[in-house]
């Protein structure tokens, strides 16, 4: 098939239907012979152990007691690098959905693809920004329809647009995930199908990616913009070249993940230096991904393949999501014992929204995207 613009005036009746669907180049004689890679378990249970370390720095740096949660949260840069963990998750898994949708049909679908994410991600933030307006017409917390907007609209983490509330907050994280979302075709077309992607659909995604870094928000700078897509990219990088990383990491998982974690939790002890303390989230960029992936290939694999902490995994984004509502100021002005309560609850309450609706929705989204592909 020729290379070039969907556009081009040249390439006649076969526009429509590349509009629609990215096809394998017949460069790649293997394609046909791939199949869809296995789901791995481990990271589910890391999803269980990243939004546990979300949880654990909403608890212990936003009380004023007791002190001990106080040093935590100060020696402990928990809450950052859970949500890290989760961008490069995502780099992962999507990245290794695609590599096997091409495997096993020589395409990539690009209706399929967002007709999956949407019903897998809108319900559930859709229905937690509903009850967190409904709860601010009562009264009990301070949020309305004008916090929820940008929140829904996935920009969050654009200072310019920043009315989310403590309540919408953690959706920053959401928005740079579904900005990627929006280039993620453009680069399967680029790296995995050598061929130029639609212009009109690239720019307009890139504007929108571009947002964050142009207008970053205060508290974090454009350092967010930077890491986070490094964390997608060694996510793509590492599932396209995911036999070779299992090879080159199994003789020495246990000791990758030991300094991984080291070098991890050697950040606060740098603060005594501002230019070392600074730059030291660069270090991230690869302490991450090997702390995952050194984690799965070694004894710690069997952990965090554990029944319990998979299914918390599975459920993780509704716990991130309704986990704001448990941590905010509902409860952090009671003793620890009741916040600790409302986080308990919150876990029961996303199991059941889980087996009711999400997983029905997840399961309409596929059939649904078999049907656009």
């Given at each position: ?5 969907p556009?081009?005036p040249w ?11 990215l ?10 012979t ?8 481990y ?8 939004v546990?370390i979300?949880i ?13 949660l106080?040093?935590i ?23 290794r959905?695609a ?5 096993r049909?020589?395409?990539?679908s690009?209706?399929?693809?967002y ?5 897998r991600?809108?319900?559930?933030l ?21 916090n929820?907007i ?9 200072e310019a647009?920043?009315q ?14 579904e900005?990627?979302?929006l280039?993620?075709p453009?680069?399967v077309?680029?790296?995995?199908l ?5 212009l009109?659909?690239l720019?307009?995604?890139l504007?929108?990616a ?5 207008f970053?928000?205060s508290?974090s700078g454009?350092?967010?913009f ?7 990219g060694?996510g ?16 020495v998982?246990t000791?990758?993940?030991?300094a991984?974690a080291a070098?991890i939790?050697?950040?606060p002890?740098?603060?005594?230096w501002?230019?070392?303390y ?16 050194c ?19 599975r459920i993780?984004?509704a716990?991130y999501?309704?986990?704001e ?17 409302a986080?308990?609850?919150v ?5 059941l929204l ?8 997840i ?7 078999e049907?656009?592909?």
């Amino acid at each position: 098939m020729a290379r070039g613009w969907p556009f081009s005036p040249w390439r006649g009746s076969a526009v429509l239907a590349e509009r629609r669907t990215l096809k394998l180049e017949t460069t790649d004689p293997g394609a046909a012979t791939r199949v869809a890679p296995p789901r791995l378990a481990y990271l589910d249970g890391w999803r269980a152990v990243a939004v546990g370390i979300v949880i654990l720095s909403h608890v212990s740096g936003f009380r004023a007691g007791p002190p001990l949660l106080k040093e935590i949260a100060r020696w402990l840069p928990v809450g950052q690098i859970g949500v890290l963990i989760f961008f490069f998750i995502s780099g992962y898994v999507i990245s290794r959905a695609a590599l096997g949708e091409i495997g096993r049909s020589g395409e990539f679908s690009v209706p399929a693809f967002y007709v999956r994410r949407a019903f897998r991600i809108i319900p559930p933030l859709a229905l937690y920004l509903m009850a967190c307006v409904g709860l601010g017409a009562l009264g009990l917390v301070d949020f309305h329809f004008r916090n929820a907007i940008p929140a829904f609209l996935y920009v969050c983490n654009v200072e310019a647009f920043n009315q989310c509330q403590w309540l919408a907050g953690h959706t920053w994280s959401l928005a740079f995930e579904e900005q990627f979302y929006l280039l993620f075709p453009a680069l399967v077309s680029l790296v995995l199908l050598h061929r130029r992607p639609l212009l009109p659909l690239l720019c307009g995604a890139l504007v929108f990616a571009a947002l964050p870094l142009l207008f970053p928000l205060s508290y974090s700078g454009k350092y967010d913009f930077y890491l986070v897509y490094g964390l997608f990219g060694a996510g793509f990088l590492a599932a396209r070249h995911e036999a070779a990383v299992r090879t080159a990491l199994q003789p020495v998982a246990t000791a990758g993940f030991m300094a991984a974690a080291a070098v991890i939790l050697l950040m606060p002890a740098t603060m005594a230096w501002p230019v070392l303390y600074n730059n030291y989230p660069l270090v991230f960029f690869i302490a991450i991904p090997l702390l995952v992936l050194c984690a799965g290939l070694s004894g710690l694999g069997g952990f965090l393949q554990a029944g319990w902490l998979r299914y918390l995994g599975r459920i993780s984004y509704a716990i991130y999501l309704w986990q704001e509502l448990a941590t905010s100021e509902l409860t952090r002005r009671q003793p620890l014992l009741v916040e600790l309560a409302a986080v308990a609850a919150v876990v029961g309450l996303c199991a059941l929204l889980f087996e009711v609706m999400e997983k029905p929705l997840i399961r309409l989204g596929r059939r649904l995207s078999e049907r656009v592909a």
